[in-house]
């Protein structure tokens, strides 16, 4: 009698996807020597990461506040002075809703991004062509882009901390929760630079495995658009699913 074993699929896929990302973390290292070389690229993946993720950011960081305003003043107004609304609304903001919200929105539209241009240049054999001219895919394409994205997610996180905080401080105001100068005073009481740079920190590394999952996919696109869709899909998964483990883990490591 055949035994099944149930996870048998999962324990496989996850492996796959382990080595993969060993794969290209080690030529992407091995890489770095070579960042004056494609300097211009790099400034261009910044460009392309942060300037045109800009306004998503913008409009969901600006949300991200209010929401964080509303429910923590809807938590704790009954119990404690509303100058706290501010301080708890900063501090997760910093710490935690700042940068991985930033994380999630980029990866959505970035990881696919990358996974799309990468899997049709190796339909296409275009990464082919590369390796015949003697060029390294990894360091030529998938480099730049990680670099890009670890600089980029640090800025558009310090752009949503911001946004996220004014935002909160305006609705506060306008529901009458707390005044302008409740919140900011609450907000300034009990600032840590550690809360502002650890989770600047978190964007970093968020950066780097947003962009590490589209190069991934996007190199182990199978032939055809069906094969690139799919690159697009298990870019934005693996992505997010990086950037979640990645946030507890930081988050001990950081805060704990």
Do not use: C, W
């Amino acid at each position: 009698m055949k035994v099944v074993f149930p996870f048998k699929g999962f324990i496989l896929s996850f492996l796959e996807i382990l080595s993969e990302i060993s794969y290209t973390t080690l030529y992407f290292f091995s890489s770095l020597k070579y960042v004056k070389k494609y300097f211009r690229e790099i400034v261009y993946e910044i460009y392309e990461i942060g300037h045109n993720s800009l306004m998503l950011v913008i409009f969901t960081s600006s949300f991200v506040g209010m929401v964080a305003t509303i429910q923590t003043a809807y938590q704790i107004k009954d119990y404690v002075p509303v100058i706290y609304i501010g301080s708890g609304v900063a501090k997760a903001v910093m710490i935690e809703l700042g940068p991985v919200i930033t994380g999630l929105v980029v990866a959505g539209r970035i990881s696919s991004g990358i996974a799309a241009e990468l899997g049709t240049m190796v339909v296409t054999e275009q990464i082919d062509a590369l390796n015949v001219m003697g060029i390294n895919p990894y360091r030529f394409l998938v480099m730049p882009r990680i670099v890009g994205g670890i600089i980029s997610l640090p800025l558009l996180t310090s752009i949503s901390v911001a946004i996220a905080i004014f935002s909160g401080m305006f609705i506060a105001n306008v529901t009458g929760v707390a005044n302008y100068f409740e919140f900011s005073r609450g907000a300034k009481m009990f600032f840590l630079p550690k809360d502002l740079f650890g989770g600047l920190l978190k964007s970093m590394f968020f950066g780097y495995a947003l962009t590490l999952s589209g190069a991934i996919a996007g190199l182990s696109s199978e032939k055809g658009a069906e094969g690139v869709g799919k690159a697009t899909t298990k870019a934005v998964v693996l992505s997010s699913i990086l950037i979640l483990v990645l946030d507890y883990i930081l988050g001990i490591l950081i805060f704990g």
